[in-house]
Structures are given as C-alpha cells and as structure tokens.
C-alpha cells in the first residue's frame, strides 16, 4: 500500500485543489477547510507510522541476506544441508584416513558457500551472487564473479596494460589478471557466455533441486596431479576431492606387498629400513622407506686431499677436497714449479714456453721460458675502455691508464653538452617533470633520459570493502578486490561464518543453538537458560534475596536489578511533528524496599527496651539526665538521656567520650619556682610535671635558650650555669685584644692569655714566640745583639756613601751646563756683554737654584719612605704575634 501522502484525493494538495477550482462558493471553502483542520492530526499520525513502518523495514533489510529464496528457519535447513554434505564426501576420508585433508576441506568449504543463500560474494563489486545472475569461476582459485563484472574487469585490465606499454595502442594482446589469485588469462579467454562449474552446459537453468549454476551432470574433469581417473560428483563449484578410487600399489621402498589404497594416498611407507648402498659406496641408507633417491652419507671417513699430502675426517658426501698448499712440482721446463692450488693429475707445460708476443702483441718471439719478452718499443694502440679511442703510450707491461682525452659529452636527458675527460660520464641537476606510469607521481628523477623507471611508492587508496587500504605498488585503474576474509559470528562466538571483507555490515549473523553466555545483568549468579541472542537479555523474574542495608532479613521482592521507570527529564515536544529525544522509559536498578520486621530496641541511655520496625529501629532517648559520673570524680554528666559508648573493664556508671566534660580548671599548688598553671581540667590525680619551655639568654647574651621548665626548676646553681651555657666559644675580647679562649661561661673572663706573639729584635733580624701575657708584663724582651749592630752601621755607611755619590754627581752635571751656557753666551755683542755679565751674575743662583734643589730633595723624601717602611713593618709583625 502506498503511503498516505502519494494517495490522491486525501492529501493536503487535493483539498486546495477544490478549493481553487471554484472561488465563487464560499460555503464549500468553508467546509473543506473546517475538514482540513479537523482531520490534520489523524493524517499527521498516518503518515507518521507509514514512515516508522518504512524505516524499520530499511533496518531489518540492511542485515538481510541477498537471496531471493532466504529461509525462514535457517537453523533447521542448515543442519540438513551439513548432513547431506558429510554423507556425499564421507566415502572419500573413510578407507584409509591419510587423505588429502586440505583438499578436501577446500572443497567442502565451496559446496557450504553455495548451498548458504547469500553465502558466495562478488570481490568486485562486493555483493552477493544470486543463484539466478550468471557467474564466473577462476581455474586458479575457484572464486566466483559476476559475469558481467569480470568482463569490464578485463577489459579495463588490458586497456590500461595497452595504453602504458604500447607504442602503437591496442595493438598487441596482452593478459589479465584474476582479482583475487592474479591468474594470468589471454584476451580470447575473457567469458562471454555463461557456463556450468564443469563447462558442460552453457545458460544452466536454475533449478531448486540442484546446486545454483550447476547442471546437474557428472563432473567428469581430471583429477590434480592427474591419476587418469575423474571426479564422480555432480557438477560442483571449486577444487574437486581427492582421487577415491582404490588401487594396488606398493610401498616407497618397494620391498612390501602391494596393498589396496585410495588413488589419493596412494604413497604409503612400510616403515622398515631402506639398506640401498649410497653414493659414497661404503655405506648403506639408514632411513625408513621413502621415496626418490637416498639421501647422502651423514657419516664422517679419513679422506685424503686432491694433491694427497694431508688427510682430514670429511663428510663421505663429499669426498673431493682440496688443500690451501700450492703444488710446486716441477714442471717439464725444469725451471719452474706448478703454482697451482692442490690438484689431481699432471701439472701441465710451463705457462712461459713457446712463442710468446710483447705486451702490444705487435712482436712474436721465441725465447727460453727464464727470460721475459721485452717490450717492442711501438706504439701500444690497444683501446682504451671508453671505446672510442686507443692507448698512446708505447709497448708497456699492464693495464692502459684511463683515457683523459677531452671530448664534449651530452648529458643523459639530451639538454646540455660540456667539455669532460672520455672517462668521466656527464649528468645535468635538471629534474624530470613527467608523470610516470601511475599517472599519479612525478619522476623527479635528475637527468632522465626519458624512459622513467616505474612508480615504486605505495598506493595506499582505499579498497572496495572501505577497512583497508591497497597496499600493491602505485599503479594506474581500479585497485585489486581486497583479499580479506572476515569473520561473522553470533554473540558468543561459538557460530561464525566466513564472509569477504566489506560484507561483514550487511551480513545478517548466524543463528546459534549454544545456551546464552552472557553474564546476568542483575546480582543473581545464574539466570534462566535461553538460546544464544543478540541485545540484553530478558528481565530477570527471580526473587531478590539480597541482605537488606543495615540488617540481616533478605528481600523478599522480585528482582528489581532492571526495571523500566518512565524518564522524568524529558522535554517537552514543540509539536506532534518533532521526535522525542530521549526515551520514554529507561531500565535502571530500583533499592530494596525497607525492612519492617519489629526489633527490640534500647533507648540511648540503656534505661528502657521498645518495638522499633528494622528499618527504622535504633536507640533514642528517654529525656532522663545521664547521671553519670564525669572523670574528674567530683561531678556528674548533665546532658539529656544520650548515647554512651562503653569503655572496656569500666563501670558503666562512669561517663563516656559523648558525656559533658568538667571545665573547671585545676587548683592545685605548683612546684616551686614554676609559674605556668596546669594544662589539664579539673582531675583527680596528681598534676603532672610542667613540660613547657623557658626562654633563657645564654652568660654570653648573644644566644636564646629553651629550657624545660621541670629540669631548670628542679636544677641546683651549678647545673642552672650549665643549663644557660651556650656551649660556644666566648665572644668577649680580653685586654691585650685577643679573644676568650673558653666556652660560654659565667663572670669576668681571665685575663691570662696564652696566645703566642712573635717578637722582634728593633734592627727586626731577631725572631721569637713568647706568651701574650709574658709580652704584656715585660718590655724589651728581645734585644739586638753584636751582629745587628754591626750590620746597622753597615747599612748607615752604605746610604752615607749612596748619597754623596749622588750629590758629586749632580755638581758635575751642573756645572758642565753652566760652562754650556757661558760659551753660548760668549757671541752675543760687545755693547751688551757688561750688561749681560752683571745680569748672569746676578741670576746665576736664581735661574739654578731649583736644579740644585730637586736632587737635595728626592734624597730626604727617599730616607723618609724608608723609614716610614721600617715602621711599618713592624706594626705589622706585632699585630701578627698577637693574633
């Protein structure tokens, strides 16, 4: 039935129609549209389960099989078909059961896949073959394909091998290849008509009592490897069984009596020991029966070497060897020595006997074997490995040199030329830019001469069943059918079937007879047994027997693990038109009801018992006080009939954590000396020790202590000095400048120092250590003696004597200036030179006078810095004799 809106004369469009076609009655307008109006909900709601109708039939046909005759009872037929299947190929695995297990099972695979409706995919255009489409099978691997789609396959297959190797197109015939084993078949091998498995029969009628696109006949094809006999079953797809014909033979070895076998596993071993003699002649063939030749000697023999001086343990399959000893027989010239490598027979002539040609090989000779030819003398003119020109060295012993002749050479792509040696090839930096053969990739190859080697990156498109990707080399056309095979399996797994990659989406599951595994949703550990399904499973209908929160009673509901509730956060609908969201109800877990089995109940303060239901029982309180006595034992608990928790080996008369506290604090007397108050409350023992800290400057004033309150209290005078002791060394400086050597201590330091001073003589010759305090009581311990004074007054004639060198000195040098001057002087006129005479007279002493001056006083600033020198060294020394 079509849906409502294609149906004429109830849609919307039907009733404007009427309304249009006659403007002048406003009455029928009127009618119509108060009908409209009236029935737009009913056709909405029409319309709207049409859709719901159509869309669920697109979701169950997305998982449907193909087929046109699809079986309801899928199970029952495939359990036939499994029979009549094992009993047709029974007979072949029954006599001798060494068959050819892998043949077998190939062929049973192929007559399940054609049996199965929807079972044998196209690779394609990966879609199931019906049993009425006419299909093509490959000889190489049996699979089968439409037939139409394997001739455009091999049309586009030679169009595209034609169009990439071929100078003159279409020319020649080239093969293609099989999509799925890459069987190579020749152009005129391409199908045109339909045929059977066997080729017998072409168009097969289809048939429902015959397997689809079979005729029914014999096979009758050879069997492979051929045997001379042919397949007995009726026309069928795929690799036909083992030979099960039954023949006499033999075993391998041939010593056993011929037994009846299948033709298949016609080769049997007897197991008995082969015993043929080996290859080596001393040895026979330890193997059990087998077939074709005895396989060599594994044993080991002494054996001798081809020259015969050295003998080793070899392997008797292979008895020639040789030595690295060089033969060195002499040879018939009686000159020389072979210079062969261990070697059976005779040596042969000396390679340097006969005539014999100079290098050039322009000039024969016959000379004696002991002496060399010589060279000719001639141009050698052998040619050079270039090709093109010849050696112009004369006749020389050797290879040629490398021809270094200049030539101009063209690159390999044919674009430049340049001047190079003939020995050296030229190659341009210019890249190909022609597309190779993929019709995808640039060659990029540098200096390309045209011939563009084949792409050899990945293809990496996508394949037709959209998970993998085409991982052949970069080519041009369609990429290979994948050759995946994927799994379909029910929902435990137990029952699956083998599909072609891509079909696993549209493939509908099998049906599973195995009992549901899945573990149960709620918390029973078992629930009721149902066959193998897909989606949760049933609700659970089995009382729910869980302890109840807070008690021991179990529930006695049913199972409310899973339940449907009606979903309270939905939102509310614009319109009829607009689809919910989110579902009306949703499966959730529901608690337990509450217990209401009546319990015994003590109030809080143990004072009376009450019926309280089990889920709402518990102590509560009476409104008595508690009365019980606080831990200080002077008071009782004041608080309300409350909960007590009870202490263990205490009287229960005594108050607990949750009673009141006494906040009265302690008035007992502290130790003396002590002036902190009692931590603790109001108690009945004895107040504990104080624990606090005093804070205490050490005798040193520098340091802050913190002292126990109890040790320092309890500590007599001495032990209080030690306690304020900061046991570092003492910071005060004595009267001689040094610092206290004792620890940090009460009082006045002493003022005995002990710190060795070096002392000097006053010349500072002499050196010694004496104690501070010896240096402070005592002056001039250490006095000069005969040598220092000696060596003073050395030193005193010594700068006597500097000084009045440097005076005679600077005299001498002032005076031959003056006497410079006085001739300078002496050309001036004669009218002047009174004047002159007088004026030099007279400032002689004022024109030299800071002359003479400066060296007077660079020798007293020169005594003053030594002697400010020799004080300062000596503060120096007395202030490290201090230290």
């Known amino acids: 039935m079509d849906p409502v809106w294609r149906q004429q004369g109830r849609g919307r469009g039907q009733g404007r129609g009427q309304v249009t076609s006659n403007p002048s009655s406003g009455r029928a307008r009127g009618a119509v549209g108060s009908q409209v109006k009236a029935s737009s909900q009913s056709r909405f709601d029409e319309i709207q389960r049409s859709d719901r109708a159509a869309a669920q039939r697109l979701t169950t046909d997305t998982y449907s099989s193909s087929s046109e005759d699809d079986d309801e009872d899928d199970s029952e037929d495939g359990g036939k078909r499994g029979k009549i299947l094992q009993s047709a190929l029974s007979p072949y695995a029954s006599h001798t059961g060494d068959t050819d297990v892998r043949l077998l099972e190939q062929t049973r695979h192929y007559l399940h896949e054609v049996c199965q409706s929807g079972g044998v995919t196209c690779l394609i255009c990966i879609a199931s073959v019906r049993r009425t489409q006419p299909v093509w099978s490959c000889v190489g691997c049996y699979c089968i394909f439409h037939i139409t789609c394997i001739q455009k396959w091999a049309k586009d297959s030679i169009f595209l091998v034609s169009s990439v190797t071929d100078e003159d197109f279409g020319k020649k015939d080239h ?60 026309c069928h797809p795929g690799p036909c069984p083992p030979c099960p014909q039954m023949v006499s033979v033999s075993c391998l070895c041939g010593k056993s009596s011929r037994v009846p076998r299948r033709c298949s596993a016609k080769a049997w071993s007897c197991t008995k020991i082969c015993g043929r003699k080996l290859p080596c002649r001393i040895h026979t063939c330890a193997n059990s029966c087998h077939a074709g030749e005895c396989a060599a000697c594994p044993r080991v023999s002494l054996q001798a070497c081809a020259c015969g001086r050295q003998r080793a343990e070899r ?135 045209g011939n563009c080697p084949p792409c050899d990156m990945n293809c990496g498109r996508m394949l037709g069943c959209r998970n993998h990707k085409c991982p052949s080399v970069c080519h041009q056309g369609s990429c290979y ?252 400086q004595l009267l001689c400048g040094h610092r206290c050597k004792l620890l940090c201590h009460a009082g006045d330091c002493d003022q005995n120092c002990g710190q060795k001073v070096k002392i000097r003589c006053p010349c500072k010759r002499i050196k010694k250590d004496f104690p501070c305090s010896r240096v402070q009581s005592q002056d001039s311990l250490l006095v000069c003696d005969e040598t220092c004074r000696a060596l003073q007054k050395k030193h005193a004639e010594a700068c006597a004597a500097e000084e009045r060198a440097l005076l005679e000195g600077e005299m001498r040098k002032q005076q031959a200036e003056l006497e410079a001057f006085e001739k300078r002087q002496k050309g001036r006129r004669k009218k002047n030179r009174k004047v002159t005479e007088v004026e030099m007279e007279e400032g002689v002493w004022h024109r030299y006078k800071l002359r003479l001056l400066l060296p007077i006083c660079g020798v007293l600033l020169a005594a003053a810095a030594v002697y400010l020198l020799k004080l300062t060294n000596e503060v120096t020394d007395s202030e490290t004799a201090g230290q």
């Open 175 to 234: 093969p293609w290849p099989c999509p799925k084993c890459r069987h190579e078949y020749s152009p005129h091998q391409t199908p045109t008509r339909y045929y059977c498995y066997c080729g017998k029969e072409a168009e097969p009628a289809p048939d429902p009592w015959l397997l689809p696109h079979s005729c029914g006949q014999v096979c009758g094809r050879e069997f492979k490897p051929s045997c001379g006999h042919h397949c007995l079953l009726l």
């Open 481 to 732: 059918p994948c050759p995946e095979m994927v799994k379909v399996g029910c929902e435990c797994g137990s029952t699956a079937i083998s599909v072609p990659c891509g079909r696993e989406r549209s493939t509908k599951p099998p049906r599973c007879k195995e009992l549901c595994k899945k573990p149960p949703s709620c918390h029973h550990t078992s629930q009721e047994k149902h066959r193998c399904h897909f989606g949760p499973c049933p609700p659970c209908k089995q009382p729910c027997q869980l302890t109840l929160a807070g008690c021991v009673h179990l529930c006695p509901a049913p199972c409310h693990d899973q339940v449907l509730v009606k979903a309270t956060d939905r939102a509310n609908l614009a319109g009829p038109w607009e689809q919910p969201s989110t579902p009306a109800f949703v499966c959730t877990a529901l608690p337990c009801p509450p217990c209401l089995v009546p319990i015994p109940t003590a109030c809080l303060g143990e004072h009376e018992v009450s019926p309280v239901p089990c889920h709402a029982r518990g102590p509560f309180s009476c409104g008595r006080l508690c009365g019980r006595t606080l831990s200080c034992g002077n008071h009782t608990c004041s608080l309300e009939c409350h909960h007590v928790t009870p202490a263990p080996n205490v009287d229960k008369t005594m108050a607990g954590q949750e009673c009141v506290r006494c906040e009265e604090g302690c008035v007992k007397p502290r130790p003396a000396g002590c002036a902190h108050p009692c931590v603790l409350p109001c108690h009945r023992s004895a107040c504990p020790p104080c624990r606090l800290m005093l804070r205490q400057r050490c005798h040193c004033k520098i340091s802050s202590l913190y002292i126990e309150c109890l040790k320092f209290t309890s500590a007599d005078e001495q032990g209080k000095q030690l306690l304020m002791s900061c046991q570092n060394q003492c910071p005060k």
């Open 315 to 449: 392997p008797c399959a292979s008895p020639e060897w040789h030595c690295d000893q060089v033969c060195g027989r002499p040879l018939s010239c009686g000159n020389h020595t072979c210079e062969r490598v261990c070697h059976a027979g005779v040596c042969g002539e000396c390679p340097r006997a006969g005539n014999r040609s100079c290098s050039c090989g322009k000039t024969k000779s016959v000379l004696p074997c002991t002496v060399d030819v010589p060279t000719c003398g001639d141009t050698c003119g052998k040619k050079l490995d270039c090709g093109l020109h010849t050696c112009s060295m004369r006749c020389h012993r050797g290879a040629c040199e490398t021809c270094r002749q200049e030539v101009e050479k063209t690159c390999r792509c044919g674009r430049y030329s340049k001047l190079l040696p003939c020995h050296k090839e030229y190659l341009c930096e210019s890249k190909c830019n022609k597309t190779r053969a993929c019709s995808r990739h640039q060659c990029k190859r540098k200096c390309c001469p």
